[in-house]
């Protein structure tokens, strides 16, 4: 629908009395919430009946509900079609990134095989393909490289080359080095499902959400990099040393460099040729998905034929290719975590854990959207743990989902987790009778996958462009997050990129956007003045928006915003006026100042002609020494001093233009308690100097907040508040025309005869009352 036209616009009345909040509470009868007791929540959470106790039961196991609902004729053949796909891709991307987490390619098939088992009891996704996930695999690939190098298997050798022989004739225990190595990697995985089930359980799974797209997206990134040049020294079949933590990437590629000419030709071309094939299948796949009713399976047609010519051809024995050698049948048995080694793994688990589930459960949500359903944040977190704590008890590493993996399942027709089942069993058929045919695998072939479905990862670095455009924020942690996580390593760099994260959010409301509103004239319409030609500012009112949470962060940076925005500072009014009218009162005393019968404030010769022949009572009660000088009696009159005019006393006091003020907290959506305090005492700071403030579109819950703060007292009263800020300006003017409003222009000061009474503005109270609560707790702790 096109947007109207000025001359097609439709004017509309509305008719309503001018509310404050009191006034609005009484006509429309302000209800009380219901505050229920602990007990009484605790007693309706855990209250238990027949119907309560299924949908607990259902929520814990959601294979119970969709299984007993599942139309077998029309999506058991699609499943098993998609299972049967994805089971293939599952086992070779096992294979291959094993290598990530350095120990064995038959440790991937696990990984790829145990974790479905416990996620179709469960999980809440129908679309998502479990199982292990190349920037999990390499953070828990950094972990064991850092805890079990080669360094700590060496033995003495006799320099044959054989078995990891280093070229002083040191040997690698190859056994004791794997053995290690899995139980690192799978102590690891059990201690992450550990943290993913408890975060299940409190419920906590909303705190995924710190982790930001544009921070994901840096992250994932950089780990892409890392798995790039983690898997080029395979390509290229070059020895290396291990590498772990801040800049494992320069290390690494230094070591490649180095030995550059070590590379083996036959682990070279196959990885290139594995490399081009791929990336070019996928993207026919991509451009024709809506053509091809299956995608091309290129990863399995580029495994067995690439297996078929090494073994043909011999590669190991006549050209030294790197092949994977032995894939043992069966399963591993199970065995317990060390638990020795989970204090030491503790803070790498948690982060692991966490990009576990957010990667997981952002894919879920993806095809939970397209195929209209919901899944449970929590459930999935429980559904991962328990996935991975059952996986590392059978020596697999941590599981969570991989895109091109779920994208397999999904468009080959994959309708529930039935398809994952079927995958499953399709990796146990590889586990137990077709592993040992993967053999003369080459390794470089491996990673030449691995590399090649890396690409959707490395096109996020398009989004840089679109981010600075949209929000340089967004920007920035996207940057910072990516350079961080490549320089410092994956799980310094992730903390880092949170922690940069956070500091934005913290530095755009520590420095809110703030401005002055003015009215479309002949409308309700209040507005920034910077914004339009067309507008307004309200004679002798500022209109004041504040567009963040007002907290003990930025409350001082919203009172400098205000102090800017009227144009004075009202402590300092406050304090210039006591000093003028103090100067006042003493020259009256002294004779020098004179008040007329209006009260206003004149010096004696301005009053006409001096005649020096007139001999005044004052005088002559002077001259007989009746009173002292500047002790004269005054009699009791109210001075008037104008402080727009100017004064009859050298004292520069600043000018005060308005008369009222309106904060408009409508975008206001927290206040704390140092912001309650400081507001309280902004506004008392305002009205002592004849400035009336007034607050405007308060959300009911922030009233409420200000309720239990205890914001209102004698003077901050809660008749301040109105409804919007159309209502605070009409009734300004109202009571402006009624002649209601105390002139902000006129001080008045009584001057008792005696001279004997205090001014209405002493030093104490000022102290008292500009004094910052933070500035007063220094100096208690200070004496």
């Known amino acids: 629908m096109d947007a109207l036209s000025p001359e097609n616009l439709y004017p509309y009345t509305v008719s309503r009395p001018i509310y404050s909040n009191p006034t609005f509470e009484e006509d429309n009868e302000r209800q009380a919430r219901e505050e229920r007791t602990l007990r009484e929540r605790l007693s309706r959470t855990c209250g238990c009946s027949g119907r309560q106790a299924l949908k607990v039961v259902k929520g814990v196991f959601p294979v119970i509900d969709w299984l007993s609902r599942y139309p077998i004729r029309e999506w058991l053949p699609s499943d098993v079609i998609s299972g049967v796909s994805t089971g293939l891709v599952c086992s070779l991307q096992g294979l291959a990134y094993a290598m990530l987490v350095s120990v064995a390619p038959v440790y991937g098939l ?26 999990t695999c390499l953070m828990v690939g950094s972990v064991v490289l850092t805890l079990a190098p080669d360094d700590h298997f060496l033995l003495p050798g006799n320099g044959t080359g054989v078995n990891g022989t280093k070229a002083d004739g040191i040997v690698v225990d190859v056994e004791a080095m794997e053995a290690q ?130 073994y043909a051809t011999e590669l190991e024995s006549r050209y030294g290719a790197s092949i994977v050698h032995s894939i043992p049948r069966g399963f591993a048995p199970a065995q317990p975590p060390n638990i020795e080694l989970l204090w030491n793994i503790l803070g790498s ?161 520590q420095f809110p956007a703030c401005s002055t509103l003015g009215n479309i004239p002949g409308t309700n319409i209040y507005r920034n003045m910077k914004d339009y030609k067309n507008i307004a500012e309200v004679p002798g009112i500022k209109i004041f928006k504040c567009n ?61 002609v001096d005649n020096k022949g007139f001999e005044s009572e004052r005088d002559s009660g002077r001259e007989y020494g009746q009173v002292e000088d500047g002790d004269w009696p005054v009699p009791e009159v109210e001075v008037r001093v104008d402080w727009a005019m100017e004064l009859p006393v050298r004292v520069s006091v600043p000018k005060v233009q308005i008369h009222s003020l309106v904060l408009d907290f409508s975008a206001v959506s927290f206040l704390d308690v140092v912001a309650v305090k400081s507001l309280r005492l902004v506004i008392k700071e305002f009205l002592r100097i004849g400035v009336n403030v007034y607050i405007a579109g308060c959300d009911d819950e922030i009233v409420r907040k200000m309720e239990a703060l205890a914001f209102f007292n004698e003077e901050v009263i809660r008749d301040l508040l109105f409804l919007s800020v159309h209502d605070a300006i009409l009734f300004i003017k109202l009571e402006t025309a009624n002649g209601s409003m105390q002139d902000a222009m006129v001080e008045g000061l009584s001057l008792m005869q005696d001279c004997k009474e205090p001014l209405p503005f002493t030093e104490e109270d000022d102290l008292i009352e500009t004094f910052d609560n933070q500035h007063r707790a220094i100096h208690g702790l200070s004496n």
């Open 548 to 608: 963040s949470p007002i907290y003990f962060a930025n409350i001082d940076y919203f009172k400098e915003r205000l102090r800017a925005t009227v144009g004075f500072d009202s402590v300092r009014v406050f304090k210039k006026r006591n000093k003028a009218l103090k100067k006042i009162h003493k020259l009256i005393k002294k004779g020098k100042l004179r008040a007329t019968e209006t009260g206003e404030v004149v010096s004696e010769v301005s009053l006409g």
């Open 181 to 310: 190595r899995i139980m690192v990697a799978s102590s690891m995985t059990v201690l992450v499902g550990l943290f993913q089930v408890v975060m299940g359980v409190l419920q906590v799974g909303f705190l995924v959400r710190y982790l930001s797209d544009p921070l994901v997206g840096g992250f994932t990134t950089a780990a892409a990099f890392h798995v790039l040049i983690s898997q080029l020294k395979i390509v290229l079949s070059v020895p290396t040393n291990n590498h772990s933590g801040c800049f494992s990437i320069l290390y690494m590629l230094i070591d490649v460099f180095t030995n550059i000419r070590q590379t083996n030709i036959a682990d070279l071309v196959a990885g290139l040729l594995t490399i081009v094939i791929v990336m070019a299948v996928k993207e026919v796949n991509t451009k024709f998905r809506h053509t091809i009713p299956v995608p091309i399976p290129i990863e399995v047609i580029v495994t067995v034929v690439a297996t078929g010519i090494s």
């Open 110 to 135: 696990y990984s790829a095989f145990f974790p479905i088992l416990t996620y179709f009891l469960l999980g809440t996704s129908r679309h998502i393909s479990v199982g292990p996930f190349p920037v």
């Open 349 to 509: 688990s948690f982060s692991t854990a966490v990009v576990g589930y957010a990667v997981a459960v952002s894919v879920a949500k993806v095809y939970a959207a397209k195929h209209d359903y919901t899944i449970n944040g929590n459930q999935e977190l429980i559904a991962f743990g328990f996935s991975n704590v059952f996986c590392g008890c059978f020596s697999g590493f941590v599981a969570s989902t991989a895109l091109s993996r779920t994208a397999v399942q999904e468009s080959t027709g994959g309708k529930s987790q039935m398809a994952g089942i079927i995958s499953a069993v399709m990796v146990m058929i590889v586990i137990l009778a077709l592993g040992h045919l993967l053999e003369p695998l080459q390794k470089s072939v491996l990673a030449a996958i691995v590399i090649a479905n890396l690409k959707g990862m490395f096109m996020q670095v398009t989004e840089v462009p679109t981010l600075w455009r949209q929000n340089r924020a967004d920007c920035f942690i996207w940057l910072a997050t990516c350079l961080a996580s490549v320089v410092l390593g994956l799980d310094v760099g992730l903390l880092a990129g949170l922690v940069f994260e956070m500091g934005t959010v913290v530095v755009r409301t």
